[in-house]
C-alpha cells in the first residue's frame, strides 16, 4: 500500500497549507472541539461485551477545501452542482474483546473516496469505498437528513455496508472463521442541542444489524452492535464572525529533537533521563490561524499540521510520523516576549519507535500506530533578544513532543498504556 503515506501526508499536511497560501489568514469556515463518552457493546463471544471508554479528544474544522470532523479528515477535491467528491481518512472503531488482542489489532485507519450527492438542502446519499491497512475493502451507501429546529439539530442516517471476504474474515471472523463476503446494515441518529453561546450538548446511537453468514461465524454471538456517544462540545457559528481577516500570522516551524525513557511529569519536574541508543526525530509543523481570541482571551489558536522524521538508529530503522492538532498561545511581556503554548491532537505513526516499543514490551501491550499527540513549549522573541527588525517575527523555543495511549482508558488506541517523549528545540517563523 505505497500510496498511503501520500494520502495520509495530503490529509493531515499538504492540504491545510494548500488552502491557506491561498485565502491568508481568513478565519475557517467552522471549526470546534468536542469531550464525549463511548458506549458500545461487542458482538464476540465473551463473557463481558459492554463497552465504557473515554475517547480522545473530537475536532471539527472546515475552510471549504480541507476538513476534520471527529473521526474524518477529508479534503474536498471536487464540487459540481449537487456532487461533491471528497478524499477521506476515518478512523473506525474495533471492539474486539480483550481475550483475542493478540490475535488482531484493534481498531482501523480507513482510507478512500467519497461521492456525495446532494438529493435537496437537507436530504444526502453518500457512496463511500474505502480499505484499512492491509487493502481490505469496504463500500458504504449512506442517505442522511439533516434538520435544524431553534437551539436543536439533528441528522438521522441509514448505512447499507458491503464487506470483501478478506474484511469480513479478518473483522468478523478474526481469522478463526470465514464467513466470506457479506452486506449489513446500519440504523443511527446524531443530535446536539445549543444550550449557551457556542457550547453545545451532543449524543448520538446506531445499531448495526449483521447478515446471516456473518452471524453464524463461531466468534459471534450478538447478531447487533450498538454504540452511544454523549458530549460536551465548543462549536463557532460562522454567521456571527466579527472580522473577515485575523491578525495573527501563519507559521512554519522546523525542531530536532532527542528521545527520552522519562515520563511526562518527570521531564516537567526537570528530572529527565537521556536515551541510551540516542534516538533522535526532525519536524516541520505548519500553524494556519483559527481564532485570534480563545474563550475571550488574548490566546490565538493555530491548526498546525506536521510531518515528523523519526531517524535510523541501532535499534530503529527510518520512519515517519503524521500530526494533526490544535495548539494555542499566550504571550507575556516580561518585559521581553515569553509565550507558553499547549497542542493537542493526534499522531499516526508508520512504525513504532525503539522508545515507544520498549515501554509496551515492559507492560506487556501491543502498541498502537495512532496516539493521542501533545505538544507542550515555550518560546522567547528573538528581536526582543538581539535588537534587530528582521527578527521581530522569529521565535526560539524548547518543546515535548508527547505520543500519549491515555492510560488504559481509551479503546481507540486499545485500552493500553504507555507512549513516547522527545525533547525538541526549534526555530518558529510568522509571516
Known amino acids: 500500500m505505497l500510496y498511503r503515506p501520500f494520502l495520509l501526508a495530503t490529509l493531515f499536511f499538504i492540504s491545510p497549507i494548500s488552502?491557506?497560501?491561498?485565502?491568508?489568514?481568513?478565519?475557517?469556515?467552522?471549526?470546534?472541539?468536542?469531550i464525549t463518552g463511548r458506549f458500545a457493546?461487542?458482538?464476540?463471544?465473551?463473557?463481558?461485551?459492554?463497552?465504557?471508554?473515554?475517547p480522545p479528544f473530537l475536532f471539527y474544522y472546515d475552510n471549504g477545501l480541507f476538513f476534520w470532523d471527529g473521526l474524518n479528515l477529508g479534503l474536498h477535491a471536487y464540487d459540481w452542482n449537487q456532487w461533491q467528491l471528497n478524499a477521506l481518512g476515518r478512523f473506525r472503531y474495533f471492539d474486539v474483546p480483550s481475550e483475542y488482542t493478540n490475535i488482531t489489532k484493534q481498531n482501523a485507519l480507513d482510507l478512500g473516496l467519497q461521492l456525495r450527492y446532494k438529493i435537496s438542502a437537507d436530504i444526502s446519499l453518500d457512496t463511500e469505498l474505502f480499505n484499512d491497512q492491509d487493502g481490505r475493502y469496504h463500500?458504504?451507501?449512506?442517505?442522511?437528513?439533516?434538520?435544524?429546529?431553534?437551539?436543536?439539530?439533528?441528522?438521522?442516517?441509514?448505512?447499507?455496508?458491503?464487506?470483501?471476504?478478506?474484511?469480513?474474515?479478518?473483522?468478523?471472523?478474526?481469522?478463526?472463521?470465514?464467513?466470506?463476503a457479506a452486506v449489513d446494515i446500519?440504523?443511527?441518529?446524531?443530535?446536539?442541542?445549543?444550550?449557551?453561546?457556542?457550547?453545545?450538548?451532543?449524543?448520538?446511537?446506531?445499531?448495526?444489524?449483521?447478515?446471516?453468514?456473518?452471524?453464524?461465524?463461531?466468534v459471534i454471538q450478538d447478531r447487533t452492535e450498538t454504540e452511544y456517544y454523549l458530549g460536551v462540545a465548543y462549536f463557532t457559528d460562522s454567521d456571527k464572525k466579527s472580522s473577515s481577516r485575523l491578525e495573527s500570522k501563519p507559521y512554519?516551524?522546523?525542531?530536532?529533537?532527542?528521545?527520552?525513557?522519562?515520563?511526562?511529569?518527570?521531564?516537567?519536574?526537570?528530572d529527565a533521563?537521556?536515551?541510551?541508543?540516542?534516538?533522535?526525530l526532525t519536524s516541520v509543523f505548519y500553524g494556519q490561524p483559527i481564532t485570534d481570541h480563545l474563550f475571550g482571551l488574548d490566546m490565538p489558536l493555530y491548526l498546525t499540521p506536521g510531518i515528523v522524521w523519526h531517524h535510523e538508529s541501532s535499534v530503529q530503522p527510518d520512519s515517519y510520523e503524521a500530526v494533526l492538532a490544535f495548539k494555542g498561545y499566550y504571550t507575556f511581556n516580561i518585559p521581553f516576549k515569553l509565550r507558553p503554548g499547549f497542542g493537542v491532537g493526534v499522531s499516526y505513526a508508520d512504525k513504532i519507535t525503539y522508545i515507544e516499543q520498549h515501554e509496551m514490551?515492559?507492560?506487556?501491550?501491543?502498541?498502537?500506530?495512532?496516539?493521542?499527540?501533545?505538544?507542550?513549549?515555550?518560546?522567547?522573541?528573538l528581536y526582543d533578544i538581539i535588537s534587530t527588525a528582521a527578527l521581530k517575527d522569529w521565535w526560539l523555543g524548547y518543546s515535548i513532543h508527547h505520543r500519549s495511549s491515555i492510560y488504559e482508558i481509551?479503546?481507540?488506541?486499545?485500552?493500553?498504556?504507555?507512549?513516547?517523549?522527545?525533547?525538541?528545540?526549534?526555530?518558529?517563523?510568522?509571516?
Open 19 to 34: 488552502w491557506a497560501n491561498n485565502n491568508g489568514t481568513q478565519p475557517p469556515n467552522s471549526w470546534g472541539f468536542e
Open 41 to 54: 457493546n461487542t458482538p464476540y463471544v465473551t463473557a463481558d461485551g459492554e463497552i465504557a471508554d473515554a
Open 139 to 180: 463500500a458504504n451507501l449512506t442517505g442522511r437528513y439533516d434538520w435544524n429546529a431553534g437551539d436543536w439539530h439533528l441528522s438521522p442516517y441509514a448505512t447499507l455496508r458491503y464487506k470483501d471476504s478478506n474484511f469480513n474474515n479478518y473483522y468478523y471472523g478474526l481469522g478463526i472463521d470465514e464467513p466470506g
Open 186 to 218: 446500519t440504523f443511527g441518529a446524531k443530535a446536539r442541542y445549543n444550550f449557551y453561546n457556542d457550547f453545545y450538548l451532543t449524543g448520538s446511537a446506531q445499531i448495526r444489524v449483521l447478515d446471516d453468514n456473518t452471524f453464524q461465524s463461531s
Open 252 to 270: 512554519l516551524r522546523v525542531a530536532h529533537g532527542w528521545a527520552t525513557p522519562s515520563s511526562l511529569g518527570e521531564i516537567l519536574t526537570f
Open 273 to 280: 533521563k537521556n536515551d541510551e541508543f540516542s534516538n533522535t
Open 361 to 381: 514490551d515492559i507492560n506487556g501491550y501491543r502498541a498502537s500506530q495512532l496516539a493521542t499527540y501533545l505538544d507542550l513549549s515555550l518560546d522567547i522573541n
Open 410 to 431: 481509551s479503546a481507540a488506541y486499545g485500552n493500553i498504556k504507555g507512549g513516547s517523549n522527545y525533547q525538541t528545540f526549534y526555530l518558529q517563523y510568522h509571516w
